[in-house]
């Protein structure tokens, strides 16, 4: 019996009807915890609705001795998916923000609404679940959340412009969130999942697609989301029965004349140290950041 339950546990989980979202529903319906299984079962363009997607896994869910319900409402109106879980279960301590749509194109062929989309899908609508949930956690000095990203967002992809500025969008959320939630015990984290769906059967051969398993990311998220975890604004990748986590590095740098006295040749001149990474660091903060700058300043 695993050691980490989510007994009287609230988890609400986004886009839970279909890849990764079903996996970590059943997964945290299986730990003991009532599940809102929220999907409003479109395609993966954006397009269409179907109540069965949630449907099916609220009854998988129960067929398995645990609670659910469903909601079929976008993310876009997170609020009433946060409502659905306060109606059925009365709090919320766990939110999961999973779904997701894709609008690939390359960027001198994407329309403003490919751009926009994507944002109110993935940002947008991480934003509205969020912000309907945060005030529940905050009276319950309680929360953990994961918000899913993407390689794509950490290291850019072709085709994914937008894509990719939402998730790191969502990452730069999750930063800034679990610096607010600190004294409130909310811990934030983030994701990059890797796992065969209906996401990536669209640029993954069938091989692929069978060998990355969602349930394989699904442990990860029970962590994350567990009383046991005190990390917060992490970001991990995960995928195939691997997991590793992520941070930044910067280089040493190079000094120059605080009264602004030097010019592009002078940058030219110190182009290797400034990308050299010996003895690098690995900021964690704002504070930690402006250290370097801070010095030349004469301020630290
Ligand atoms: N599969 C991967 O390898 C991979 C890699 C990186 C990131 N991701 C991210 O993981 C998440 C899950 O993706 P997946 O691969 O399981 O895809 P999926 O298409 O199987 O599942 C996504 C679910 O989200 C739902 N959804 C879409 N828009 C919604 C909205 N506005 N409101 C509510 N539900 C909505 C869909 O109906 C679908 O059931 C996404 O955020 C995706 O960007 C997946």
């Known amino acids: 019996m695993s050691k980490i339950r989510f007994d009287d546990r609230v988890a609400v989980v986004t886009g839970a009807g279909n890849g990764l979202g079903k ?3 059943r997964m945290l319906g299986a730990l003991g915890a009532k599940v809102v299984v929220n ?7 954006g397009g269409g609705s179907d109540q069965r997607a949630a449907d099916v896994v609220v009854d998988e869910i129960k067929a398995a001795g645990g609670e659910a319900v469903a909601n079929y409402d976008s993310v876009e109106d997170g609020d009433k998916i946060i409502q659905t879980a306060m109606d059925a279960f009365g709090r919320v301590d766990i939110v999961v923000n999973n779904a997701g749509i894709l609008r690939d194109k390359s960027f001198h062929k994407m329309s403003e609404e490919d751009w926009d989309l994507i944002y109110r899908v993935h940002v947008l609508g991480a934003f509205r679940v969020l912000k309907a949930a945060w005030p529940v ?3 319950n000095q309680y929360g953990r959340v994961v918000n899913t990203v993407s390689a794509a967002g950490i290291y850019g992809n072709f085709g994914q412009v937008n894509y990719a500025m939402a998730k790191l ?3 730069g ?6 610096q607010e939630g600190a004294s409130k015990n909310i811990k934030v984290n983030s994701i990059a999942p890797i796992a065969g769906s209906r996401l990536t059967a669209t640029v993954m051969p069938k091989e692929l697609l069978d060998a990355l398993k969602p349930e394989c990311v699904s442990p990860l998220v029970g962590y994350l989301c567990s009383e046991a975890n005190q990390d917060s604004g992490a970001l991990f990748e995960v995928g195939a029965g691997w997991v590793g986590r992520l941070r930044w590095e910067r280089t040493q740098g190079a000094e120059f004349s605080r009264d602004g006295d030097f010019g592009p040749d002078d940058i030219a001149a110190k182009w ?10 690995h900021p964690t903060n704002t504070q930690e950041s402006m250290v370097p700058a801070m010095k030349i300043a004469g301020l630290a």
């Open 169 to 171: 969008g969502l990452h």
């Open 23 to 25: 996996s970590h529903a």
């Open 39 to 45: 999907d409003l079962g479109g395609d993966i363009f």
């Open 173 to 178: 959320m999750t930063q800034s969130l679990a």
């Open 272 to 281: 290797g140290q400034i990308g050299d990474f010996t003895d690098s660091t």
């Open 137 to 139: 956690m905050r009276e």
